[in-house]
């Protein structure tokens, strides 16, 4: 298996652009995650969805934050406008069970997007 | 606020020692129990999962649950320079999201 697929890796961007994330869980995952990672902050779940359906978006930091989940094998984060407090790292992770408890909740992260807002 | 607390470190072991990790958590009705490890730039990787009380081992690793204290270790045995990494206790909520601690780094010595 390919594992989880984040694209772009890097994303450097001015202040007041459009930044779209993207993700490919891994196939049969049922729930996927977006996550942020900062020094100061650590990891922070931003939205979660199970069966394409976003379940909790309470971690999504402000309006400007926007998820996605048309299929089960892709994902999109978009952030509009961008603020340099946005840079951080984003992770995209999937799991296969969610809800059921146990191994299930086993999360599996992609690389990770690192963005830089200038 | 369901919480999950590590120290942050950096923990410091020479090489061939044992490191322990600590994390306890707030939640008692909480059932499963994760360790991650992320090395610098990477992603968090699943390292140990446990369930019940007592001691799992995993090769060179061991996870300690402690229900009724509501604290979980890992154990390194004779840990090696590429051990040094960012350790993650990450514990599920009721709605089975991951709550996570914010890591301890831990430096092996040669």
Known sequence: DAGVIQSPRHEVTEMGQEVTLRCKPISGHNSLFWYRQTMMR???LLIYFNNNVPIDDSGMPEDRFSAKMPNASFST???QPSEPR????YFCASSNGVGTGGSTDTQYFGPGTRLTVL | QKEVEQNSGPLSVPEGAIASLNCTYSDRGSQSFFWYRQYSGKSPELI???YSNGDKEDGRFTAQLNKAS???SLLIRDSQPSDSATYLCAVPDSNYQLIWGAGTKLIIKP
């Open chain 1, 77 to 79: 984060l978009k952030i």
């Open chain 2, 48 to 50: 140990m999962s446990i």
């Open chain 1, 42 to 44: 650590g990891l922070e």
């Open chain 1, 86 to 89: 946005d840079s951080a790292v």
């Open chain 2, 70 to 72: 509501q604290y979980v």
